[in-house]
Structure formats: C-alpha cells, structure tokens
C-alpha cells in the first residue's frame, strides 16, 4: 500500500509564495510519475503539474512560468514551488502517484487573498 502525505499549505496573500511538499511511503524511483492535482470548490479536479522518474516535467497552462515541481534529490519526497500565486489559485492540493495503479493524498488547503 502506497501513502502519500501533502504538506505546507496556507493562507497567503495575492502574489506571495507558498512550497508544498509530498512525503511518500515509497522511494519517488519507483514511481512512474507523481504529480500535483487541485480542486476549487464546485469545481473538477485538475492537473497541475507532473514528473517522471527521469525528470521530465508538464504543467498545466495556468501554472506555467509560476510552478515547479521537482523532487529535490530527495528520495522520497515531491516539492511544489508555487509563487506570485493568484486568488484563482485557491483550491485543496493533492499528491498523485502512478505505479500502473494511481494513489492520491488527502490534500492540502491553499488559499490566496487578494
């Protein structure tokens, strides 16, 4: 069974930066690909941004320039750098997996104010 624990959500104010972290039960190596998912209230899940375990990143449009994902040499870890954050940037954040099955975290609530 895979554990996926998402940390450093807030409150920031508009333009702030916030970095979240992903701590996994497994080494990040042997994974796929993990990722960063989000979820506005009354709105659907969507990606935000993903990496393999060869590096290779994707980002969501709205995130792009803004957001990094990486994995920081750390063995078991993911990071989300996230500045000049944006109220549209609300949304509970949540750690994603893929090792041929997906697994997720429970989230964590990121709220930006203008």
């Known amino acids: 069974q895979v554990q996926l624990v998402e940390s450093g959500g807030g409150l920031v104010q508009a333009g702030g930066s916030l970095r979240l972290s992903c701590t996994t039960s497994?080494?990040?190596?042997?994974?796929?690909?993990m990722g960063w998912y989000r979820q506005a209230p009354g709105k659907q899940r969507e990606l935000v941004a993903t990496i393999t375990r060869g590096g290779s990143t994707n980002y969501a449009d709205s995130v792009k320039g803004r957001f990094t994902i990486s994995n920081g040499n750390a063995r078991n870890m993911v990071y989300l750098q996230m500045n000049s954050l944006k109220p549209e940037d609300t949304a509970v954040y949540y750690c994603n997996a893929d090792l041929n099955v997906t697994y997720w975290g429970k989230g964590t609530l990121v709220t930006v104010s203008s």
């Open positions: 497994r080494s990040f190596f042997s994974f796929n690909a």
